[in-house]
């Protein structure tokens, strides 16, 4: 019968490859010392229903290179410490954009319109791209983004965005990207 050998054993018999393993991927000693440790803790606790007939060295290279993996992916979320703070952008008026009435009037849309609204006007998106979205056909985007605007007209009394050709009303009557 194979009995396997106790954990301290493996440990001290295998701990060099897995360092080398952990090593290779990671740059730094203390990102490798800590996939190192958490290779091993994860296999103490995997090791009672490993069969004594497996691979060892293979089982704790497998287990090192996904925790050096683990390290690496943790590394690249972690926030960036710099030295100031980036300054926020000037607003042309002195009160906060999301205090502007329009702003009031669009976040008192109900959320379809706001969407469809925001979409088609704000990210210039056609109404079978804004029917993806939100799940339904081009003619209910349209109608959503339609009831948006007059919605706002009626709310603020003027149109909502003006380009340097036309308005939002002129391009919504003509019936562009249909």
Request: charged residues 25%; glycine residues 4%; aromatic residues 6%.
């Given at each position: 019968?194979?009995?396997?050998?106790?954990?301290?054993?493996?440990?001290?018999?295998?701990?060099?490859?897995?360092?080398?393993?952990?090593?290779?991927?990671?740059?730094?000693?203390?990102?490798?010392?800590?996939?190192?440790?958490?290779?091993?803790?994860?296999?103490?606790?995997?090791?009672?229903?490993?069969?004594?007939?497996?691979?060892?060295?293979?089982?704790?290279?497998?287990?090192?290179?996904?925790?050096?993996?683990?390290?690496?992916?943790?590394?690249?979320?972690?926030?960036?410490?710099?030295?100031?703070?980036?300054?926020?952008?000037?607003?042309?008026?002195?009160?906060?954009?999301?205090?502007?009435?329009?702003?009031?009037?669009?976040?008192?849309?109900?959320?379809?319109?706001?969407?469809?609204?925001?979409?088609?006007?704000?990210?210039?998106?056609?109404?079978?791209?804004?029917?993806?979205?939100?799940?339904?056909?081009?003619?209910?985007?349209?109608?959503?983004?339609?009831?948006?605007?007059?919605?706002?007209?009626?709310?603020?009394a003027e149109p909502l965005v003006e380009s340097p050709t036309r308005t939002v009303a002129e391009t919504h009557r003509t019936g562009e990207d249909r």
């Amino acid at each position: 019968m194979n009995t396997k050998e106790p954990f301290e054993t493996v440990v001290s018999r295998h701990g060099p490859v897995v360092w080398r393993v952990c090593r290779a991927v990671l740059s730094t000693h203390a990102d490798t010392e800590d996939a190192w440790s958490e290779t091993f803790l994860a296999a103490l606790r995997a090791y009672p229903e490993l069969p004594a007939t497996a691979n060892v060295q293979a089982w704790l290279v497998t287990i090192a290179h996904r925790k050096a993996i683990d390290v690496v992916r943790a590394r690249s979320r972690a926030a960036v410490p710099v030295a100031a703070l980036p300054e926020p952008p000037a607003h042309q008026d002195d009160r906060p954009e999301h205090d502007s009435p329009l702003w009031v009037a669009v976040a008192a849309l109900p959320p379809r319109q706001r969407h469809a609204v925001a979409y088609r006007y704000l990210g210039g998106l056609p109404y079978r791209q804004i029917a993806e979205l939100l799940g339904g056909t081009p003619e209910a985007a349209r109608r959503a983004a339609a009831d948006g605007v007059a919605s706002l007209r009626r709310t603020l009394a003027e149109p909502l965005v003006e380009s340097p050709t036309r308005t939002v009303a002129e391009t919504h009557r003509t019936g562009e990207d249909r």
